[in-house]
């Protein structure tokens, strides 16, 4: 995965979701790892970057897909990815909570530079009635790193390939041009504690 100077942010979104998305479906052990705990089955891994859908006639265009399949079922899920400071976007959450529910995905998944404390917590305001029958996730960057060296150092990855796949994304999310920065502040929440 080569780390150089992005043209742009949405450049740069785009290189971090297609590794995280090529890597999860590379290596099942991290893919399981980290879907598991959100319903998804142990099955074949399809990530797709940047697949255009309408709603309402209208073109969306979410970060990338995730489907597992095992016996004829299928978990499918949205992912949106933001890079650096560049926030999730409430309007754009609600629209792939929409998108996901005509199109009958179980999941909307987001990774961002926001941290929350468990998954199932959200780090900005959705309206709620949306998420009633698909499921709204949330990674940081940090934990999706944390996970992938968990993963690799005391899991295990069984194949040597996938170990060394997820020893790269490891040393991409850990560069700081990759826009995974590290925790750097406590935020504004903070003075309330």
């Known amino acids: 995965i080569p780390i150089s100077s992005a043209s742009g ?4 979104e785009r290189r971090l979701a297609s590794a995280l998305l090529a890597v999860m479906a590379a290596v099942p052990e991290f893919g399981y790892a980290l879907l598991k705990p959100l319903g998804a089955p142990s099955g074949k891994f399809e990530t797709f970057i940047e697949v255009p859908f309408k709603l309402e006639g209208k073109p969306v265009r979410p970060d990338g897909v995730i489907v597992v399949t095992r016996a004829g079922k299928s978990w499918s899920a949205l992912l949106e990815a933001k890079i650096a400071a ?3 976007e409430p309007d754009q959450i609600n629209a792939y909570l929409d998108l996901a529910r005509e199109l009958d995905f179980q999941a909307v998944l987001s990774v961002s530079n926001q941290y929350v404390t468990s998954s199932t917590e959200y780090p900005i305001e959705i309206d709620r009635r949306k998420v009633r029958r698909t499921k709204l996730h949330h990674w940081s960057w940090i934990d999706l790193l944390t996970q992938a060296t968990v993963q690799k150092e005391y899991r295990g990855v ?13 040393r991409y999310l850990a560069d700081p041009r990759s826009g995974a920065v590290a925790f750097d502040g ?5 003075t309330a504690v």
Do not use: F, K, N
């Open 186 to 190: 406590t935020g504004s929440g903070w």
């Open 9 to 12: 942010v949405e450049a740069q």
């Open 86 to 88: 560049h926030p999730l």
């Open 158 to 170: 069984s194949d040597p390939d996938q170990a060394y796949m997820l020893g790269e994304l490891i």
